[in-house]
């Protein structure tokens, strides 16, 4: 069965940080580019950073640039986003897919439950 296993989310105050992870089950990640996406209550799902398994390029959104960074650690099958400096505007629910995209309107059937991060005072 394909899917991920998220952890790291969480309440934090504007200005903190927060690691999320992501672990792939039932597929290799090492084979695969890995992407973050987050859904805002009352939005769409968008696409905030991605990394290519084939030479480690990391792609962010204009929203995230500069205060996010992507990794991976392909001998633990998981990808990671460190997100620092965060801002209420980063609420909601992200999420791993297998790819590199940041742009909007991606579908992926196995999205899971992700991961909540609340930033709020």
């Known amino acids: 069965q394909v899917e991920f296993v998220y952890s790291g989310g969480g309440l934090v105050q504007p200005g903190g940080s927060l690691r999320l992870s992501c672990a792939a089950s039932?597929?290799?990640?090492?084979?695969?580019?890995i992407g973050w996406f987050r859904q805002a209550p009352g939005k769409e799902r968008e696409g905030v950073s991605c990394i290519r398994g084939s030479d480690g390029v990391a792609v962010y959104s204009d929203s995230v640039k500069g205060r996010f960074t992507i990794s991976r650690e392909n001998a633990l099958n998981t990808g990671y986003l460190q997100m620092d400096s965060l801002i209420p505007e980063d609420t909601g629910v992200y999420y791993c897919?297998?790819?590199?995209?940041?742009?909007?309107?991606?579908?992926?059937?196995?999205w899971g439950q992700g991961t909540q991060v609340t930033v709020s005072s």
């Open positions: 039932g597929f290799n990640l090492v084979f695969y580019d």
């Open positions: 897919a297998p790819v590199c995209t940041i742009a909007p309107g991606y579908e992926y059937p196995y």
